[in-house]
């Protein structure tokens, strides 16, 4: 039994990778679907790491980050967040909704064309754990922010603070015709949530 | 280039002049520099939460906590100090990071830490001389032990001393 990320065994933290594969998978199909054109996908990196070696994966805490945040509940509960560099979050938004001269600052339509990405890809991953586990989960408005990722990235943590100090971390790498593209999401889940995905798919707890 | 004394998250640090204390990116957490300007000593606290005593039956980080943190680091502060009633804060984070929607539970934690911090102080009798909080964006803080000046520095803002 473990009461927080840190007492996770090994069988627990493969089974939380599958996880992270088969989301990332989805998610890939799903970004080849809004781009409309083939996207490969390198195997993701899923890690059960601390707040501060993610951040350091990031790029460091004062890291311009695009963040979009979408809450999930119902028989799991948590927060997904997908975080992606502003670079890759520009060019992305030029494929999608061309370029519209708005150097610095990111457009409102690209901003919500942002929004709706990390939506996409982050309803994708709950949409796995969902088939594969067979919970009703659902998911809530993606709310988006543009800033220093570590602060970002404080509001999930925050949020789950009472968990212990780890957290899931997947970096993926797609890459299309036109460009090469590496997200990261970030997955909290209440413990309960994740002792109950785990007990769906079989583990002894 | 001087180096600086980092303050992760849920941590504090302690030091003297002519250290510069740092601690990056605070979003809705709270950063808490305490001085005493006669000494040139002080600390920085990276506040997570804003209330330990929904948790008392762990074992809990009493850095993570608003009710804990600053207690233990005026009790050190206090330790290296004659005159009790010399340490004044200076105050900064809190922010909102994400515009959420009205009785959202992810809004109003940075407003909660605020309050919980400003709470902690007044318990203890420290004044505040200065607070850049709230409002939506990250915040880098600063805190020079020569000087007792705050800095806050935030992406595509300018910088502030306090």
């Known amino acids: 039994m473990f009461d927080n990320y840190d007492e996770l065994n090994d069988d627990q933290i493969d089974l939380l990778r599958e996880i992270g594969n088969i989301g990332a998978g989805n998610a890939a199909t799903a970004l080849a679907t809004i781009l409309d054109e083939r996207v490969e996908m390198s195997p993701p990196k899923v890690r059960i790491t601390g707040f501060d070696d993610a951040v350091h994966e990031l790029g460091g805490a004062e890291t311009m980050t695009v963040g979009v945040l979408v809450s999930f509940n119902g028989e799991a509960n948590g927060m997904i967040m997908f975080l992606l560099n502003l670079e890759d979050a520009k060019s992305i938004m030029n494929i999608l ?11 409102e339509m690209k901003l919500s064309a942002i929004k709706e990405i990390g939506n996409i890809l982050s309803s994708s991953y709950i949409n796995s754990i969902a088939a594969l586990t067979g919970l009703t989960i659902n998911v809530t408005v993606p709310y988006v922010a543009i800033d ?39 997955l909290f889940a209440e413990i309960d949530t994740l002792k109950i995905i785990m007990q769906k798919l079989g583990l002894d707890l | 280039m001087s180096s600086f004394i980092v303050v992760g998250i849920s941590d504090y640090k302690f030091s003297k002049a002519p250290e510069v204390i740092v601690t990056y990116a605070l979003g809705s957490c709270v950063g808490v520099c305490l001085y005493d300007k006669v000494l040139k000593i002080g600390g920085l606290s990276h506040i997570m939460l804003p209330d330990s005593t929904n948790f008392v039956n762990k074992e809990i980080n009493r850095m993570k906590f608003a009710d804990t943190a600053i207690i233990d680091l005026v009790e050190k502060l206090r330790k290296n100090s004659f005159v009790n009633n010399r340490i004044t804060a200076k ?34 009798k420290i004044p505040i001389l200065a607070e850049d909080t709230g409002l939506n964006y990250g915040r880098t803080q600063y805190f020079d032990l020569e000087t007792g000046i705050m800095k806050i520095q935030s992406l595509n803002r300018q910088i502030k001393e306090y």
Not at chain 1, 157 to 178: Q, T, V, Y
């Open chain 1, 148 to 186: 220093m990722v570590g602060a970002i990235m404080s509001v999930p943590i925050i949020e789950f603070g009472a968990l212990g100090d780890k957290l899931m971390f997947i970096e993926e790498n797609f890459s299309g015709k036109s460009n090469h593209l590496k997200s990261n999401i970030i």
């Open chain 1, 97 to 107: 909704v061309g370029d519209d001269d708005s150097d610095g600052e990111l457009s």
């Open chain 2, 91 to 124: 105050i900064a984070g809190g922010a909102q990071m994400f515009e959420t929607q009205p009785g959202s539970k992810l809004g109003g934690i940075g407003e909660r830490n605020i309050q919980s911090v400003k709470k902690a102080l007044y318990n203890l």
